[in-house]
């Protein structure tokens, strides 16, 4: 085994001198002695901008609206045009509004249009449950059988998907793909260009949901004509739990109605005119319905200025040196114990985050929590680990792996219940 990194501790030190994002560790709240590595779930609280938001209402009440620096009005659409960056779109093809499902909801009312024999929508059978349960929704809706019309691409190992096997399932009879651009369990991440192309090709729309990538890989989604995708804020881009999602329209469809009309998607200088015929925006914003939550936007706003300061590149080259350090100290110092890696090992099919399979698994995590370390546990083998390249450093990998080693030579993990907590 060729190995990049050296083994120990010192070197672990002697990286984070060097690391130039070194200093965003001490933009978040970390709790004491907590080793984070749950980044992929919910990332932590950042400390910018935190109270922005309270603080315009207290000072200007309704005229929070329109007055002070950032007014409310244009808020999701600034921070749309803030996370633009992020997916690779123009600022008018992102806003920031609902929740990830709801969102989904959203875009496949306004993009899954059955017309003749084109009836089906592809997805998978790895995918994250929220994503099947909108598509068999809005099949009902449509009057139509989700045992008929929803094609879920099978995966050979229960880890990873093949996209050939995806584009030859972009028959004549298909709609709409909807497609993870990184699984949540296995952290594969999809080639988002090739599916997209084929799509394309083949007369399909294609649809994305970003919620594992955005703030971990950076996208090209207008380049790569994207025609949607969504996201929530509340993993990689901290915007806490809840905090208001992401989503994104290529410009080339700003003039279809969206499927879910509300009034916080007309046209600002209309909106007020409170009449009863809906003139959408001509942008993203146009997929929004009610209110913002713009209280649940002040986190967002924060953590997107790092975002912009730090840049994706930056971003991404270190989360992949992260996983990849974080790879090899298991390889070479968990020998023997049990443990796979069942991410996909190649930079460009590897998320944010490494997925450690074990067949003692959810005792494991927990152990791990007892040891101050906060990974999550996936049903039914794996646990993952994300060191989020804005406050993981490359000690707090090593001190993981290390206690993990401890865990496994101590048999401490038998200490506890072999059942997943109610939030696992
Ligand atoms: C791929 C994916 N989609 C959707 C969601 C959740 O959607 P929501 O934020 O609407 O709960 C998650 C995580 O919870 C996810 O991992
Ligand atoms: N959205 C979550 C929640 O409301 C509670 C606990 C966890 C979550 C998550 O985000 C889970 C996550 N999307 C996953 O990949 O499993």
């Known amino acids: 085994m060729e190995l990049l990194f050296s083994q120990t501790r010192e070197y672990a030190e002697e990286r984070d001198q060097r690391d130039e ?3 965003y560790r001490r933009e978040f709240y970390i709790p004491e002695g907590v080793l984070y590595m749950d980044g992929n779930s919910l990332g932590l609280l950042s400390k910018r901008a935190v109270m922005h938001m309270v603080e315009a209402w207290k000072q200007f009440g309704i005229d929070g609206w329109t007055e002070g620096d950032k007014p409310w009005f244009y808020l999701a659409e600034q921070l749309g045009g803030q996370m633009a960056p992020l997916v690779g779109a123009k600022p008018h093809e992102v806003v920031a509004a609902g929740s990830t499902t709801t969102n989904l909801h959203q875009l496949l009312a306004t993009f899954y249009r059955p017309c003749g024999n084109r009836t089906k929508i592809v997805a998978n059978e790895l995918d994250f449950p929220t994503d099947i349960y909108a598509i068999k929704s809005i099949i009902r809706l449509k009057g139509l059988d989700p ?17 050939e096997e995806i584009i030859s399932a972009m028959t004549e009879e298909v709609a709409l793909v909807l497609l993870p651009t990184v699984l949540y369990r296995s952290g594969q991440l999809l080639n988002v260009k090739q599916l997209t192309e084929a799509a394309r090709e083949k007369g399909v729309l294609i ?8 703030g971990a890989v950076l996208h090209q989604f207008h380049a790569w004509q994207v025609d949607f995708a969504v996201w929530c804020t509340y993993k990689y881009l901290n915007s806490g739990p809840g905090g208001v999602a ?11 109605s969206p499927g879910l009309a509300g009034w916080f998607g007309s046209r600002k200088d209309r909106q007020f005119d409170m009449d009863h015929t809906f003139e959408p925006a001509g942008s993203a914003g146009a997929y929004q319905t009610g209110t913002p939550h713009i209280l649940s936007m002040a986190p967002l706003s924060g ?3 790092m975002f912009a300061e730090a840049g994706m590149e930056r971003i991404r080259k270190k989360s992949l040196v992260l996983t990849e350090y974080l790879m090899q100290l298991i390889r070479v110092r968990l020998d023997g114990m049990g443990f796979t890696i069942g991410n996909p090992v190649e930079e460009e099919r590897r998320g944010g985050h490494v997925a450690l399979e074990h067949v003692e698994a959810v005792r494991i995590a927990k152990a791990l929590k007892a040891e101050k370390v906060i990974p999550d546990f996936r049903s039914p083998n794996v646990i993952r680990l994300a060191p989020v390249a804005l406050y993981t450093s490359f000690a707090d990998v090593w001190d993981v792996v290390d206690r993990l080693k401890r865990i496994m030579e ?11 907590g109610v939030v696992a």
């Open 21 to 23: 994002l070194r200093s």
């Open 147 to 163: 045992e008929q019309n929803l094609i879920r691409i099978k995966s050979e190992d229960g880890r990873y998907l093949r996209e």
């Open 207 to 214: 649809g994305f949901d970003a919620c594992h990538s955005i």
């Open 246 to 256: 992401g989503l994104y329209v290529h410009e080339k469809h700003h003039s279809h």
């Open 303 to 305: 953590s997107l200025e």
């Open 410 to 420: 101590e048999r401490t993990y038998e200490r506890f219940q072999q059942e997943r």
